[in-house]
């Protein structure tokens, strides 16, 4: 919030420390019932929430894909602390393919990973496989799994006992849903398998460009809207 309150400051938004002096109120994500309590009749800015009186920047479509690639980001720099071998050639399999699936394909194409994408729809297979990548459906993750990482986008558990069961041991697995997550972590740890937590991204590795996004959606909500 701090950098979201910078930006808007460089494009000539002034700070009122008192909320009866301000146009806008500003929320971080995510935003909390008791937040809004006194905000009746001003205009509300926030995160993952319902606002009757306002707008919730999460949604805004340019805000979403500019933060799924900033999340892709951070992942790719989480699993490259986290491994001792390169991204090129090794074998990544992603499991769903909405904004921040593909956003991680292209920025894994960049290091000539080999990516196969794991999805539902025929329309995310044609997608991934225009894009480069191999595909497979859920049902084949019970197979044996050839995949030195495994990225983890969907927010509902679909690795469990017997997906894990064909994971390879030395495989590392990276989970960006929100909680509770797409991984029995719980079978994972008595496999031994490596599960890495990938909350708090994108701010956890650019928190500046990740708090002007939000400024920065906010300022065009504001332009579009109200101007």
């Known amino acids: 919030m701090i950098y979201a309150k910078e930006y808007l400051e460089k494009k000539g938004f002034e700070y009122r420390q008192k ?3 301000s146009d806008f109120v500003l929320l971080p994500v995510t935003s909390k019932k008791h937040m809004f309590k006194g905000l009746e009749g001003k205009v509300v800015f926030c ?3 319902d606002c009757k009186n306002g ?3 999460m ?3 340019s805000y979403v894909l500019k933060n799924a690639f900033l999340t892709a980001e951070g992942a790719v720099t989480l699993i490259e602390e986290n491994t001792n071998y390169s991204l ?9 393919y909405g904004r921040i699936g ?5 920025i894994l194409n960049g290091y000539g990973a080999n990516v196969t994408v794991c999805s539902r729809s025929k329309e995310s297979e044609a997608e991934s496989l225009f894009n480069g990548a191999s595909h497979i459906g859920f049902d084949e993750l019970k197979k044996d799994n050839a995949a030195d990482i495994i990225i983890n986008t969907v927010p509902h558990t679909v690795l469990t006992k017997p997906e894990l069961s064909a994971v390879k041991k030395d495989a590392v697995i990276l989970d960006l849903a929100s909680f509770p997550g797409g991984v029995d972590t719980l079978v994972a740890d008595s496999m031994g398998l490596l599960v890495l937590n990938g909350g708090r991204m994108p701010a956890r590795y650019a928190e500046k460009t990740a708090g002007y996004l939000i400024g920065e959606a ?4 504001i332009e579009e809207e109200f101007v």
């Open 19 to 21: 909320t009866e002096e």
């Open 47 to 49: 995160g993952m929430c």
């Open 55 to 57: 707008f919730d920047y």
């Open 59 to 61: 949604k805004y479509e």
């Open 88 to 96: 090129y050639r090794a074998n990544v399999l992603i499991l769903g």
């Open 102 to 106: 593909k956003a991680l394909h292209k």
């Open 218 to 221: 906010v300022s065009d909500i």
